[in-house]
């Protein structure tokens, strides 16, 4: 059974950084594209970033590019995002996600339709 437990959010001010990490069980880390949606309050999932399963292509949602970074560490089975220069817009629920599809098809792909999602963990960034 495969879990994707996040890790890392919390209550941030604006400008501020926080690293969220994500670790996976139960599937072979190294065949996955790893990424990240985000859930606001009353708001759709939004797809944030996916990197692929060597760490070699990452692409992200243009309103965090430049300011979020995700990275991997397969030997841990764990994707981390890095967020920096936070804002009160990035306050949201954040997903762990995976799935095999490279991180350039992410975009087409509907939420439902991911291999695996983890539970959440939620960063708040006050104004």
């Known amino acids: 059974q495969v879990h994707l437990v996040e890790s890392g959010g919390g209550l941030v001010q604006a400008g501020g950084s926080l690293r969220l990490s994500c670790e996976a069980s139960g599937l072979a880390f190294d065949s996955y594209t790893m990424g990240w949606f985000r859930q606001a309050s009353g708001k759709e999932s939004e797809f944030v970033g996916a990197?692929?399963?060597?760490?070699?292509?990452?692409t992200y949602t243009d309103s965090v590019r430049g300011r979020f970074t995700i990275s991997r560490d397969n030997a841990k089975h764990t994707v981390y995002l890095q967020m920096n220069s936070l804002k009160p817009e990035d306050t949201a629920v954040y997903h762990c996600?995976?799935?095999?599809?490279?991180?350039?098809?992410?975009?087409?792909?509907?939420?439902?339709?991911?291999?695996?999602w983890g539970q959440g963990t939620l960063v708040t960034v006050s104004s």
């Open positions: 996600v995976a799935d095999r599809s490279p991180p350039s098809n992410w975009y087409l792909i509907h939420p439902n339709a991911f291999d695996a």
């Open positions: 990197i692929s399963w060597n760490g070699g292509t990452a």
